[in-house]
């Protein structure tokens, strides 16, 4: 059985909507945010107390995107995998990656100086200097999904990495500069049950 560390809002809904997605088991196990802090008990699990955490055996892993390949490399025979002979696997390794290298991660800039640092060390000009790297990312993002649903043709977990950076960004209202075709995409993958039933996880 797979043990996931989770908590609402964080990288771990890579992990949780994949799940999902492939129907494989696990013990989903919530913890409050941020859980260095609110549940130190954590860091006898997970050393660093970083979200997401995955144990699967003798396996432990906390790179989103590392469990999402892992989940579907072990579990889903690569029903969510682009294979190397395919066209679209370029764009598939791309996108998988371009969901945290140049849209999560810039985000997660935002939050801690915007919202997480003390307000005496919060730093308004940096933070939106990230904001504005991340919109400045999307029109990439509109150019690859014209004319079509998904990023690889069919559903991947490029699309699960890519969609839960464009969900991170509801919550500081970023979301509302999207372009109208990342918007319509993002309301497309929030149509699927499987992220459905993630989202309704706390």
Same mark, same amino acid.
């Given at each position: ?30 913890? =409050? ?6 549940? !130190? ?5 997970? =050393?660093?107390?970083?979200?997401? $955490? ?14 999402? &390949? ?13 294979? =190397? ?6 764009? $598939?390794?791309?996108?998988?990656? $371009? ?14 100086? &915007?919202? $997480?640092? !003390? ?19 999307? =029109? ?63």
């Amino acid at each position: 059985m797979i043990d996931l560390y989770h908590s609402a809002g964080t990288r771990s809904l890579r992990c949780l909507w994949a799940l999902e997605e492939l129907g494989v088991a696990y013990q989903l196990h919530s913890l =409050p945010f941020p859980p260095r802090l609110k549940a !130190p008990e954590f860091l006898q699990i997970n =050393p660093a107390g970083t979200l997401p $955490f995955m144990v699967d055996g003798d396996t432990r892993m906390s790179e989103s995107g590392a469990i999402l &390949q892992y989940l579907d490399s072990r579990y889903g025979e690569g029903e969510l995998s682009v294979e =190397p002979a395919s066209a679209e696997f370029g764009n $598939f390794l791309e996108f998988l990656h $371009f969901g945290e290298a140049s849209l999560a991660m810039p985000q997660s800039v935002v939050l801690r100086y &915007q919202y $997480f640092m !003390p307000k005496e060390l919060r730093q308004p000009a940096v933070a939106k200097d990230y904001q504005e790297m991340v919109l400045g990312r999307l =029109p990439r993002l509109e150019q690859q999904l014209a004319g079509r649903d998904y990023l690889c043709g069919e559903f991947s977990l490029a699309d699960i990495s890519v969609g839960y950076a464009l969900i991170l960004g509801e919550t500081f209202g970023v979301s509302e500069h999207y372009p109208e075709g990342v918007k319509a995409y993002l309301s497309r993958l929030k149509e699927r049950a499987a992220l459905q039933r993630a989202l309704e996880k706390k």
